[in-house]
């Protein structure tokens, strides 16, 4: 595990180190991350607002970020966005990105989200 060292702690130094490795691996500019949260996990805004991600622990102890995307508007204004899961098997070396799901979300009128 080179240039990484295994945190058994959790707090926000760890939570952030944990994000910019997910971050790395998703191809997302990690930079002005902001904590917005610190318990059992940590909640983390970055790239203007435009991702909140939550760094946690899964029960095996191995790191784990899910954090929403926004990625444009659709023809007709809707804002579209996607959950993702980032894991890891090797306590935070590498992560595996996985898209969740890929949704609109309202604008304003107060519908619920239609998937895209």
Do not use: W
């Amino acid at each position: 595990m080179a240039g990484h060292p295994v945190r058994t702690e959790f707090d926000a130094a760890s939570g952030e180190d944990l994000l910019r490795r997910a971050c790395s691996e998703a191809n997302v500019d990690p930079d002005g991350i902001e904590l917005l949260r610190l318990g059992d996990h940590a909640v983390f805004r970055l790239a203007e607002g435009r991702i909140v991600a939550r760094v946690a622990r899964n029960p095996d102890r191995l790191p784990s970020v899910l954090y929403d995307t926004f990625d444009g508007t659709t023809s007709d204004g809707f804002p579209i966005v996607s959950a993702h899961l980032a894991r890891s098997a090797d306590h935070g070396v590498t992560f595996n990105d996985v898209v969740l799901a890929t949704f609109q979300t309202p604008k304003d009128n107060g519908d619920p989200p239609r998937v895209a």
